[in-house]
């Protein structure tokens, strides 16, 4: 049996959205997302998601990740397949961001990370 070409993946998604939070701490004296409560967002966030039924297969999938290199804007998450980039600050950004973007696929305007911040 041969493997399946890319080509021949089927066209939807595992999940519908993923959304990554960076939860990066840097040791060293820099500034990172850690320093700026992350985790609170990203457990806020799986919060909401299971609590509004949109976790699993064909919904909405909320992970931890390292650096995402957007230091200066932190903390950050982004949403794929959008590739959306949120700078959040508080439970209500967050509430936002589930609400808006991954419940009703509305992006949050106001919570854009700018293009030109990075590390």
Same mark, same amino acid.
């Not at 399946?4 to 089927?10: K, W």
């Not at 997302?33 to 609170?40: I, R, S, V």
């Given at each position: 049996m041969t493997e399946?070409?890319? %080509?021949?993946?089927?066209a939807a998604s595992y999940y519908k959205r993923h959304i990554f939070f960076c939860l990066n701490e840097r040791t060293n004296g820099e500034d990172s997302? %850690?320093?700026?409560?992350? /985790?609170?967002g990203f457990d806020r966030c799986k919060s909401l998601v299971k609590k509004a039924g949109l976790?699993?297969?064909g919904g909405v999938r909320v992970n931890k990740?390292?650096?995402l290199d957007r230091c200066a804007a932190g903390p950050v998450a982004v949403v794929?397949? !959008?590739?959306?980039?949120?700078?959040f600050v508080d439970e209500s950004d967050i509430d936002e961001i589930v !609400?808006?973007?991954? /419940?009703?696929g509305q992006v949050v305007e106001r919570l854009l990370t700018p293009p030109h911040l990075g590390r």
């Open positions: 399946p070409l890319i %080509a021949d993946a089927p997302c %850690a320093h700026h409560n992350a /985790q609170g976790a699993g297969p990740a390292g650096c794929y397949p !959008e590739a959306v980039w949120y700078s !609400e808006s973007h991954l /419940q009703r």
